[in-house]
């Protein structure tokens, strides 16, 4: 199981690998236009890849504007990458025929190998193994490869992905799950360096990967879903050393304690495959999370937020229970709500709606209506305590459907002033110098409602557009700042 | 190691608890003060050795649950009460006890485990939490990796539920964890360097005058 040791002859061309200028997609079908193949070619031209592609079919013929090539050797030149997406049996031929024309790296779209349990398929997976060892990295089989925004590579469900690139890198054995992250990512605000899906990981896999990615400079944070690791002893030194230099976010998936292992000491029994990961996830200073969800929102808070251990927080925002409910929450996640100054609450209840505010910090603004100004104001005087590291401002923009039905606006975009909400938000924290977390709950989500969730969705992509993170609720945003200031607490 | 290779040789699966504890001794880990004996003039003479009260153990490879057959005696303070608990261990109507353990008797309130598994995927791993019976009943434990670092070890202590136990309680001192981490990372070398050695219980450690010590231990060999 030693890739290490097998590959260490060949010295990896990752550059190429991800940032192809050539690229040569076998498996593309003109009679067949929704085969991955097919796909994956759409996909990279409607992304708008820059490079050369050369789409393979024994076949010949044209696909779009292009020409298809008969086979690898009839492609001019070299090729950096080949996306291989042919039946199982043909892979290995497909694969070494790259590997002659230069390529550095393929990626294997194919399934039938060892997912399959069957003999046949396992032998298959060895013949890649084989080839990979004789100089060419393989991602894959049973994978939806790589996507990096820089280069314009794609996966076959992502012609719309971002070509924005950002700091977070994905290493996922699921390729299901690395769509839907880089489709979160899309309105969450996540902007992505490299995803990979590497599938069965017959050659490249998460240790290596994660070495890769823990040297990239595109990278500053790591998110990971691991099923099963290939060399546990290898993964723990690697996940250590890389979690010490950045973030490394993981979702272990299939925790269930796989039936009873025959052991005789209470050590042994109580060891089970859960704790372990708990334990070891801890001990390697990993932020570990339990879904994709979570996963996503701690990516977020990595990637805007200024990178420290926090304390004290504020919460502000008005027309729910925020009160009690917020400080609860806060100190299960290690946070604090001090209570404002004396000076610092008179001078924020000298802006706010009177009576029916309190400001002593959880500052409630009495009414959901209150203008951006005073939002602007309060926030500006609350950073004024030292303790105050960080403000979380819940925003009820559903409360303003009310507001248009009386007033008879003809539309909810009327009388929420969110353009002037997401400026006030970004020059407080450009005075303040303390970043400044937006919650942006939906509660009122039935069909009649239907312009609340277009303007929740404006409203996120402002605040997004100014650097401002934004989270659905309060717990999300407690726990998404839990992790960052646990992670450099510990480091 | 001899007492390993000798036990192996005879076909035991696991090392007897005094043998455990000689093992353990060897890295530095506290023990109690204790005589293997099989006369029952031989355990006066024992206990007078390591000081009264004693508590007297049937011992053997197979008796690793004495307290189930019945073959203790805690907290004995003189001669008398070694003798009549002696006779009545070696006289036990289903086992045959052949040797006698003589024990230094540690009294201790607050109970912990220390621990080796191997991981099938990342090999030995270090557990340490609440002890005697309530290891099974709280399931208060937390595992870290071998090797373990300092920081390791002083977090590890850190991670359990029951964290307080390790604090001054009722006028009992802090337990020194310093003492404690040294013996953490002892038993994650012991996991790198011992092959055979497959998996280890120290069930209770004991706390006496803040210092820790073995108070029962088990070692389970790999014979493959």
Known sequence: MAWAKETSAVSTDFDRIFHPERIAVVGVSADNPFSFGSLIFKALVSIQYEGRLYPVNPKGGTFGDFDVYKSIEEIPKTIDLAIVSVTAPLVAETIEACRLKGAAGVEIISAGFKETGEPAGIALEEEIKKIARKGIRVIGPNCFGIYCPKSGLTMAPGPDFSRESGPVAFLSQSGGMSVDFAQMGLWMGIRFSKIVSFGNGADLRETELLEYLGNDPETKVITMYIEGVDDGKKFFTTLRDVAARKPVIVYKGGLSEAGNRAVTSHTASMGGSRIIWDSLLRQCNAIQVHGLQEMAQASLAFSLLPQRVYNGITVAGGGGALGVSACDAAEAFNLEIPTLENDIVEEILSVLPRPGSSATNPIDAANPFVAPGAIKSTLISAAKDPRVELQILVQLLYHFKSIATLSGAPSLRQVIPYKKMADAVKETVNITNKPVIIVLPNLKQELESMEIEEVTREARALFLGKGIPVLDSLNDALTAISHVSNYYKNR | ?224
């Open chain 2, 1 to 224: 190691m001899k007492i390993i290779e000798d036990s192996l040789q005879r076909g035991a699966g696991t090392l007897s608890e005094y043998e455990s504890k000689l093992f353990l001794a060897e890295f530095g880990i506290p023990v109690t003060r204790e005589k293997i004996v099989t006369a029952k003039n031989d355990a006066v003479a024992a206990a007078e050795e390591i000081g009264y009260p004693v508590v007297l153990k049937g011992s053997g490879d197979e008796l690793s649950h004495k307290t189930e057959l019945d073959i203790i005696a805690l907290d004995l303070r003189d001669e008398n009460d070694v003798r009549t608990a002696y006779a009545k261990i070696t006289s036990h109507k289903d086992v045959s006890v052949k040797e006698v353990l003589v024990q230094q008797m540690i009294k201790g309130e607050r109970e912990l485990v220390v621990g080796l598994t191997r991981d099938a995927q990342f090999g030995p791993c270090v557990m340490f939490g609440l002890g005697g019976i309530f290891t099974e009943i709280l399931e208060d434990v937390a595992f870290r990796v071998a090797p373990l670092t300092k920081e390791d070890a002083m977090d590890m202590m850190d991670s359990i539920r029951g964290k307080k136990i390790l604090d001054a309680v009722r006028s009992k001192p802090p337990v020194d964890r310093e003492v404690l981490a040294d013996m953490l990372i002892a038993i994650g070398e012991i996991g790198l360097t011992h092959d055979r050695v497959k998996e280890i219980d120290i069930n209770p450690l004991k706390i006496l005058d803040g210092k820790p010590i073995a108070v029962d231990a088990l070692i389970v060999l790999d014979k493959e």
